[in-house]
């Protein structure tokens, strides 16, 4: 009997979590292969700390070749198109055909809406360190960031950075010469994590001076004039962060794998292991099915979807029952550069799952899981921003490690 081909595309959070799964479950007994478009496999989470200066570029990142060493085959090409229905991904490089698809290759940032070139931002390594020379020759003014859409990466990154600029500004001895505003959609601060938390980031900026323009109506950004524009407001700046929407992979576009949803287009996955509903030997738990399923454009349900999928294809390949493993609660940690914030969230599955494939395009229901306003938080102590540091310096330690 040949062995399996399973097929992981993208070489980021959820790729480099299959992988290992998968590795461990898989390995001499089916043929695991990684594709991406990058040698090495980033931790997004660590660009704020290149922009603040306080990690180096080479402090971010690891080789994808490191994953050999747990007999994963690493192809370094770009995907362009998904076909399943042959069973096959196409790339720059000629296609890689599969038994199985795990795909999770993020999502891509807009930055041609609203005038968002203007600003600064560290949403990719480029950015990060022209922001970590912006903030450096900063000396005190308005500082105004501004996140258009709610949908990017992260949901809690604006109110961290916000908070993170505040605490940094102190240090420098500038906080007072200096204005600092963010501008979101969200009428109060992470409002979907339920009142505790928002009430809490609400209070902070008050009794800090961090002005929080919320439910905003953006109109886009006047370069010559710098002024973010806003429907019947005008907040003017010195220097300007943006934070961009993010928009479905182009790999995915016309691959029958996507739908549209109230919040754009995006991939279409099962709530409880990110299988598609219309193809069963494809599994999409990256962030391009966050919108879909009602879940925050984030590494932490990434990371756990991932978990459940590769289970699953594991389970599959071995042809051993499959414990349904799915996401019942979840962990956010916040950093407020001083403090730290660790939030927990009690998940449930609502009676509409919101897959519904209707014979040749999908019904977007309601999203599959209801976490909206079940959260509470665990630790508001400078111990939880240890606690996210050291989470995250082990995830990038032991990603890769057999
Ligand atoms: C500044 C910042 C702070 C953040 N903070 C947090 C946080 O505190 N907590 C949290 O949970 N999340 C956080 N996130 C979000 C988190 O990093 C992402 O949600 C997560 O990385 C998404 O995982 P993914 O595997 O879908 O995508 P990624 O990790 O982006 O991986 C995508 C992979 O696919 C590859 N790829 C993309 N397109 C192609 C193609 N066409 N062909 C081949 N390869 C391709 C890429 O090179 C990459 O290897 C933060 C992000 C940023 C930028």
Same mark, same amino acid.
């Given at each position: 009997m040949t062995a399996k081909k399973v097929l992981i595309a993208g070489g980021g959070v959820g790729g480099v979590v299959a992988a290992k799964k998968l590795?461990? /479950?898989?390995?001499?007994?089916?043929?695991?292969?990684?594709?991406?478009?990058?040698?090495?496999?980033?931790?997004?989470?660590?660009?704020?700390?290149?922009?603040?200066?306080s990690m180096g570029p080479s402090e971010i990142y690891q080789p994808l070749s490191r994953l050999s060493e747990r007999?994963?085959?690493?192809?370094?090409?770009?995907?362009?198109?998904? #076909?399943?229905?042959?069973?096959?991904?196409m790339t720059e490089s000629g296609d890689l055909g599969y038994d199985y698809?795990?795909? @999770?290759?993020?999502?891509?940032?807009?930055?041609?809406?609203?005038?968002?070139?203007?600003?600064? $931002?560290?949403?990719?390594?480029?950015?990060?360190?022209?922001? /970590?020379?912006?903030?450096?020759?900063?000396?005190?003014?308005?500082?105004?960031?501004f996140a258009p859409e709610m949908v990017h990466r992260c949901g809690m990154y604006p109110f961290e950075l916000a908070s993170r600029l505040d605490v940094s500004l102190r240090k420098r001895g500038i906080r007072e010469k200096?204005?600092?505003?963010?501008? $979101?959609?969200?009428?109060k601060p992470v409002q979907p994590l339920g009142r505790e938390i928002s009430?809490?980031?609400?209070?902070?900026?008050?009794? /800090? &001076?961090?002005?929080?323009?919320?439910?905003?109506?953006?109109? &886009?950004?006047?370069?010559?004039?710098?002024k973010?524009?806003?429907?019947?407001?005008?907040?003017?700046?010195?220097?300007? #962060?943006?934070?961009?929407?993010?928009?479905?992979?182009?790999?995915? /576009?016309?691959?029958?794998?996507?739908?549209?949803?109230?919040?754009?287009?995006?991939?279409?996955?099962?709530?409880?292991?990110?299988? @598609?509903?219309?193809?069963?030997?494809?599994?999409?738990?990256?962030?391009?099915?966050?919108?879909?399923?009602?879940?925050?454009a984030a590494g932490v349900p990434v990371h756990f979807l991932t978990l459940s999928s590769a289970a699953e294809v594991a389970g599959e390949v071995l042809g051993e029952p499959v414990d349904p493993q799915g996401m019942s609660s979840m962990v956010l940690l916040m950093d407020l550069g001083d403090q730290g914030v660790i939030v927990g969230c009690d998940l449930g599955r609502r009676e509409n799952s919101g897959l519904a494939w209707a014979g040749d395009h999908y019904e977007y229901k309601e999203p599959g899981l209801d976490w909206v306003g079940k959260c509470y938080s665990v630790l508001t102590s400078p111990l939880s921003r240890f606690a996210k540091d050291m989470v995250y310096s082990s995830f990038m330690l032991t990603s890769m490690r057999r």
């Open positions: 590795s461990e /479950r898989l390995k001499g007994k089916a043929e695991i292969t990684l594709v991406s478009d990058s040698d090495y496999f980033y931790w997004p989470p660590y660009l704020s700390d290149v922009a603040f200066g007999g994963v085959k690493v192809v370094k090409t770009k995907i362009t198109k998904v #076909v399943p229905e042959n069973r096959k991904v698809l795990i795909a @999770s290759l993020g999502s891509v940032y807009d930055f041609s809406s609203y005038g968002l070139s203007a600003g600064m $931002h560290n949403y990719t390594l480029e950015g990060a360190l022209k922001m /970590r020379e912006g903030l450096s020759s900063f000396g005190g003014g308005k500082l105004v960031i200096t204005d600092i505003t963010l501008i $979101h959609p969200f009428e009430g809490y980031l609400e209070e902070r900026f008050r009794s /800090r &001076g961090i002005n929080y323009v919320g439910g905003a109506k953006p109109v &886009g950004i006047d370069q010559a004039g710098k973010v524009e806003l429907e019947g407001e005008e907040v003017p700046y010195d220097l300007l #962060v943006v934070i961009p929407p993010i928009r479905l992979p182009p790999a995915f /576009r016309e691959s029958g794998l996507t739908t549209n949803t109230p919040a754009g287009e995006w991939t279409a996955a099962d709530p409880s292991n990110a299988r @598609s509903p219309r193809y069963d030997d494809v599994f999409l738990p990256g962030e391009h099915s966050m919108p879909f399923l009602g879940l925050p």
